[in-house]
């Protein structure tokens, strides 16, 4: 096993679940045992076709939901692996803000199950693009969890990585104590496509963590359709309801 892991995070950490720190978890797993894998909720239809919502029911057609029939999209549509609760959520947030980097095979996990068939059938994509983090962020965090996300899904699906052709131009802060308004507002002109860059007629894929609002990813999208792009989906591991 050791072999199959170049990081060697098994030489490093005791084989033990990083989540309920009780039962055995090995590194191909991300740490996460299979009793807390249980608990992953995968989002499953009926959700609105524009931005992924679930939706407790039956719906036999495809709708658009209340939360954002009035919003103006620039992707054709998002698409979540799992809800961003429970375990999802604190291995997302520890993974992106306290450098647990052991669950990344579980988080890359999760995408390819859902995102890697969905998008397969759905060729021919030009690119995956990550959503970037501005190079302050970057600096102090070590790395982009869209780019390490981004990167495994493009090998599984031969999609190429289009990592460099957006960038954030500036700082946004910690959107969470904003109104959906004043995140759109303040995404607003946060992102543009490199110099050069030459995107007409391309079908892209923008890859983040987390879904909460779609600020961050409309936002993204919108820039890489004023540059030319035909079309932009979402994908993300996990959907915030
Ligand atoms: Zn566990
Ligand atoms: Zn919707």
């Not at 991300?30 to 239809?45: A, D, K, L, S, T």
């Not at 997302?92 to 059938?121: D, Q």
Request: aromatic fraction near 8%; hydrophobic fraction near 45%; glycine fraction near 6%.
């Amino acid at each position: 096993m050791l072999g199959v892991l170049p990081s060697g995070l098994n030489l490093l950490y005791p084989p033990v679940c990083q989540l309920c720190h009780a039962r055995r978890a090995e590194a191909p797993a991300g740490f996460v045992c299979g009793q807390c894998w249980r608990q992953v909720r995968f989002i499953r239809p009926p959700f609105c076709h524009r931005c992924g919502l679930p939706f407790a029911g039956e719906f036999t057609t495809n709708f658009v939901c209340t939360n954002c029939h009035d919003l103006e999209l620039h992707f054709s549509s998002a698409r979540s692996a799992v809800v961003a609760k429970g375990v999802v959520r604190e291995a997302i947030h520890r993974f992106k803000y306290s450098g647990a980097v052991w669950f990344e095979n579980f988080l890359v996990g999760l995408l390819l199950r859902e995102a890697a068939p969905a998008l397969l059938a759905s060729e021919p994509w030009d690119g995956l693009v990550p959503v970037p983090l501005h190079p302050v962020k970057l600096r102090e965090r070590e790395f982009n969890q869209a780019a390490r996300l981004a990167a495994p899904l493009a090998r599984a699906t031969k999609i190429p990585l289009q990592e460099n052709i957006l960038r954030r131009e500036h700082s946004t802060g910690t959107q969470t104590a904003l109104t959906r308004t004043e995140r759109a507002a303040n995404m607003k002109h946060a992102f543009a496509v490199r110099p050069g860059t030459r995107l007409a007629g391309q079908r892209l894929v923008l890859v983040d963590d987390v879904f909460t609002t779609g600020a961050t990813t409309n936002a993204c999208a919108a820039a890489l359709r004023a540059a030319g792009a035909k079309e932009v989906a979402v994908w993300t591991v996990a959907r915030g309801l």
